[in-house]
């Protein structure tokens, strides 16, 4: 029953976004989306699909090992390829460089603490910095972000960086909040995930997640 439940939301999503898209094709405002995995940002983007013109950012370099990097983001290449064919919609994905040295600089005096904590508030920030960058230089109207599907996530953090840089880009940029934990967003996501044979990771991404886990 709980399953059935489920999977009616998940037809009922994609049936409202197929719709839209047919209806209100280039008519919808420009987002920049900063994603973190392939797995996290199955039910998000199919969520916005219908709504923006969605251009997904993949900037991590808190991930480790490299190899990591790349599989999460061939992952996440796999999804969008699917909703493109699927809605026959034009979803761009940008590749960022990976800098893990200099990242793992802003993480390493925080390495011994828990997955929630200050290491993870300024691994946040630090990459959603680098999406309100690439908005500002590329001309987006609104910013935003997956991460928050995540329950390991928290939400405070998201907001706060997210509200401190619309104000540090003084209107330029608009920090765009969605609530995608509601209505068993994650659930929702990770049967969907099992569904397109979507890579799903065991660690949150750095070095002392991995050695943690
Ligand atoms: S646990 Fe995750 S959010 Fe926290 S610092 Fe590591 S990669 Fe970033």
């Known amino acids: 029953m709980y399953i059935n439940t ?44 219908c709504l923006f013109d969605i251009t997904v950012l993949y900037t991590n370099s808190n991930i480790y090992p490299k190899e990591e990097y790349d599989k999460r983001y061939e992952a996440l290449k796999k999804h969008i390829d699917f909703l493109n064919k699927t809605f ?17 600089n802003y993480l ?19 990459r959603l910095a680098r999406a309100f960058r690439y908005a500002k230089d590329l001309g987006f109207p609104f910013v935003s972000t997956i991460m928050n599907i995540s329950r390991n996530k928290k939400i405070d953090d998201i907001l706060k960086a997210g509200e401190h840089l619309e104000r540090e880009y003084k209107g330029e940029v608009n920090f765009a909040y969605f609530e995608f934990r509601k209505n068993n967003g994650q659930d929702i996501g990770v049967e969907l995930s099992k569904e397109e044979d979507i890579y799903r990771q065991d660690y949150c991404g750095c070095e002392f997640s991995r050695r943690n886990k």
């Open 6 to 49: 489920r999977r009616w939301d998940i037809e009922r999503l994609m049936c409202r976004c197929s719709l839209y898209t047919k209806k209100k094709k280039g008519e919808r405002p420009k987002i920049l989306i900063h994603a973190c995995c392939g797995a996290c940002s199955v039910y998000p983007l199919i969520y916005l699909a």
């Open 88 to 104: 026959n919609i034009e979803i761009k994905l940008i590749l960022d460089n990976y800098e893990y040295d200099e990242f793992r």
């Open 108 to 126: 390493l005096p925080y390495a011994d603490l828990e997955e929630g904590q200050i290491r993870c508030t300024i691994c946040i920030y630090k």
